[in-house]
């Protein structure tokens, strides 16, 4: 009783500074020069989280960052015991690429609850229990669909055969991104009859079984002339297994993917490889932005799409040293 | 009298099956593969399948051996992950881009010792301090990963490096480097197994432990062994993995490995309770397990229904094992 006393009289006082982006229920985030924030990964066993940490601890200084970051080792319990954590260190905002769809939902609520504004990072929450603008203060993010859909309207453009013969190596199932990459080059890339995806299997994501999946499903198809995988360690597992076979990836195969790692633009320099559509993994300087926006008072669009680039044989040598 | 005949015919045929039940169900399988999956039958499926089961064979076969014993090793996962780990730190580092051909052998000889020490370290624990296999390798399943992953912060290293990735690339006689390495390392198991005292010994602790102590055999001394081997060729496994990807994957390397190994060890005929050592059988038994995967996925079935038939797999051998008990 007491313990919703102290919660109601800080709402009122909260209240008393209320701003335009309090209106709609969001909790307000004074200008200062130096914030605490928190920033709770899911976990480190990939280039791409690794950078992405790496960004945040590398924006931190330029944007008056006091930064505590979390490593929830891939588990969705430790991430939300990081944040409760994080709330009870008094941080001011909070940044979280939320594992699950529905098991974080707890924690951002509490967040918010604790007057703390939070941004989600480059994976969402089920919009059915909680909404941008309402529970949470926007979604930083890539749109998986129309990565999908650049690749398959690079591979369009670019394919210079009379059949295309597709294999595709899924992500790990279930996952957002390998739905949404899925659906997006599924469907861009039936608009061209030309193009015929003859198996879709998943390699989870990862380079070893990317290379094993990619062995088995070209001894089944070996008329193959289109790779298209939902990540670049995939794809390198398919150059590698294509390779072993005697192929010769980027002149008979062509392949096609997503991420834009060092690994992936290499592949292109040699020629072996197509396109890979950028994800890019560095939200550092923009969620700095955001947060700046949001504590001018700023209403935040719910989904601040990152601007995602192509790279091909054009333009793989002049990012490569930033690549990751 | 024709009628006891065909029951002893019937009965006889029930025995072959249930002494031969993975040689017959390897031959169900290329059957089924002979009639249904495009491109079976040509010599890059074998080499395909060849790559891809060494791995699993040559843990298997280590597996094969604590089991006899009646152990378990639970760590061959993480003992895979952790020398995968540490070959390209060696090859990569100043000393081993200095001395390329040094920098590749200890590259392939250290991450061994390791590996060696943490099956010394498993033999330790079984033996000498009586803790059960299952709790004792659970110590290096849980804390050999985070040793690879914090050697690696965690980060894929990756590598381009002809020499160091010949165990996994090589071909000698058309056929992949490590299918003959599994080979190789199956005779010579099987004639320490078959031909020597540790190997009598090996049997002797599975099947009857107290006896073998009592008759004054060095039973700490060959569980120590048996570990050690296992450990050492978990190594092996996990270099060749990094070998075959020029890439090293501290999370990923090995993972599920043990389930596989034991899996296949089971498939093979070795008996849980010890006492036997097929060391031949868990090559079948990878093979089988290897040919359903490949079989499945090649005719366009999900990788999760894959695990469920290799579940089923581990069923029917159990079954025909307990069978063969009575």
New interface residues.
């Given amino acids: 009783m007491k313990r919703r006393n102290i919660l109601l009289s800080a709402t009122m006082i909260g209240l008393g500074f209320a701003s335009a982006a309090f209106a709609d229920g969001l909790p307000p985030l004074a200008q200062k020069d130096t914030y605490r924030v928190g920033f709770a990964q899911m976990e480190s066993n990939n280039p791409w989280r690794i950078a992405e940490s790496k960004s945040f601890v590398d924006t931190a200084e330029s944007c008056g960052w006091e930064l505590i970051a979390t490593d929830a080792a891939g588990s969705a319990a430790k991430q939300v015991a990081d944040v409760e954590s994080m709330i009870a260190q008094g941080i001011d905002v909070l940044f979280l690429p939320p594992r699950e769809e529905k098991p974080l939902i707890p924690a951002v609520k509490r967040a918010q609850a604790a007057g703390i504004p939070t941004f989600l990072v480059d994976r969402s929450v089920d919009p059915n229990a909680a909404v941008a603008g309402v529970d949470f203060v926007a979604f930083l993010g890539s749109d998986f669909i129309k990565q999908g859909q650049q690749v398959a309207e690079w591979t369009i453009a670019n394919f210079k055969g009379e059949k295309g013969v597709i294999v595709e190596l899924e992500g790990t199932t279930g996952s957002s991104p390998a739905n949404d990459r899925r659906s997006g080059f599924d469907d861009a890339i039936a608009a061209d009859p030309r193009f015929e995806i003859v198996a879709s299997q998943t390699g989870d994501f990862a380079r070893d079984m990317g290379r094993q999946v990619m062995e088995t499903l070209l001894q089944a198809h070996p008329d193959v002339n289109i790779v298209y995988a939902h990540n670049d360690e995939m794809a390198i597992g398919a150059i590698q297994a294509l390779e072993l076979a005697g192929r010769k990836p980027g002149e008979d195969v062509m392949i096609v993917s997503i991420d834009g790692t060092r690994d992936a633009l290499q592949a292109i320099i040699d020629g072996k490889m197509g396109v890979t559509v950028e994800s890019s993994p560095f939200f550092g300087p923009l969620a700095c932005e955001t947060m700046k926006r949001y504590a001018a008072g700023e209403t935040i669009e719910p989904w601040v799409q990152v601007s995602d680039r192509i790279f091909t044989v054009e333009n793989a040598a002049d990012h490569i040293d930033e690549a990751y | 009298m024709s009628m006891t005949t065909s029951e002893i015919t019937g009965k006889s045929m029930l025995q072959v099956l249930r002494g031969h039940g993975g040689v017959v169900a390897l031959v169900a399988i290329l059957l089924f593969n002979m009639a249904f ?4 039958f ?1 010599l ?2 074998l ?2 399948n060849i ?2 089961v060494a791995t699993i064979a040559i843990v298997a076969m280590g597996m094969t051996l604590v089991i006899a014993t009646g152990g378990i090793d639970l760590s061959v996962g993480a003992i895979m992950a952790l020398a995968g780990a540490l070959a390209p730190l060696i090859f990569l580092s100043e000393f081993g881009t200095a001395y390329p051909v040094l920098g590749v052998a200890l590259a392939i000889a250290l991450p061994l010792l390791v590996a060696l020490a943490c099956g010394l370290f498993n033999g330790i624990m079984v033996a000498k301090l009586n803790v059960q296999p299952i709790i004792a390798t659970l110590i290096l399943f849980i804390s050999g990963r985070g040793v690879a ?1 914090v050697l690696t ?4 290293q ?1 590598f381009s490096n002809p020499q160091f990735s010949y165990l996994g ?1 090589g071909k000698i006689l058309g056929l992949p480097f490590q299918g003959w390495l599994a080979v190789a390392i199956a005779v010579v198991l099987y004639l320490v197994i078959s031909r020597t005292t540790f190997g009598r010994y090996v049997l002797a602790i599975g099947g009857n432990e107290r006896a073998a102590r009592l008759s004054g055999g060095p039973v700490a001394r060959v569980k120590i062994g048996v570990y050690m081997i296992c450990g050492a060729l978990a190594g092996l496994a996990g270099l060749i ?1 990094v070998a ?4 090293s ?5 090995g993972s599920l490995m043990e389930l596989d190994a034991i899996a296949a060890a089971v498939v093979g005929g070795a008996l849980l309770q010890g006492g036997r050592a097929p060391i031949f059988g868990a090559i079948l038994g990878a093979v089988i397990i290897q040919l359903v995967k ?1 079989t499945l ?4 079935v ?3 229904v894959a695990l469920i038939a290799k579940a089923g797999i581990i069923l029917v051998a159990v079954y025909v094992q307990q069978a063969r008990k009575e």
Avoid: C, H, K, W
């Fill in positions: 999956t495009p491109n079976f040509q890059q499926t080499f395909v790559s891809q992953q912060n965690g980060n894929l990756t690339t993995v075959i990807n020029s890439a994957d501290a999370a990923r390397n490949y996925l090649a005719n366009g999900e990788d999760e």
